[in-house]
């Protein structure tokens, strides 16, 4: 059975910190990237952050570079998103998915094969 487990939000200041975890198990972990989504209210989900677990290359949406920094221990199966400079627009649910790259890199489209059941990061201004 698949199954991850997330953690690490919950309310902040703007200008706080917050750091994610998404523990994942019931796969073969280094057969896939692990990316973070979020999604607002009222608004669609989005690729945030995403890391290959066979050559630790990443990726970051622009609304998150130099505020976002993602990590994965492999002998855990564990992904983090360490999140810096909060802002009001960074709140969202946030959910950790297993992704398969469509392309030759992580600049491209994915495809979600699992998703997380996300946790609510609040950033109050």
């Known amino acids: 059975e698949v199954q991850f487990v997330e953690s690490g939000g919950g309310l902040v200041q703007a200008g706080g910190s917050l750091r994610l975890s998404c523990a994942a198990s019931?796969?073969?972990?280094?057969?896939?990237?692990i990316g973070w989504f979020r999604q607002a209210p009222g608004k669609e989900r989005e690729g945030v952050s995403c890391?290959?677990?066979?050559?630790?290359?990443?990726y970051y949406a622009d609304s998150v570079k130099g505020r976002f920094s993602i990590s994965s221990d492999n002998a855990k199966n564990t992904v983090y998103l360490q999140m810096i400079s909060l802002k009001p627009e960074d709140t969202a649910v946030y959910y950790c998915?297993?992704?398969?790259?469509?392309?030759?890199?992580?600049?491209?489209?994915?495809?979600?094969?699992?998703w997380g059941q996300g946790t609510q990061v609040t950033v109050s201004s």
């Open positions: 890391i290959s677990s066979s050559d630790g290359s990443t």
């Open positions: 998915a297993a992704v398969r790259p469509m392309g030759d890199s992580l600049e491209g489209d994915w495809r979600v094969d699992y």
């Open positions: 019931g796969f073969t972990f280094d057969d896939y990237a």
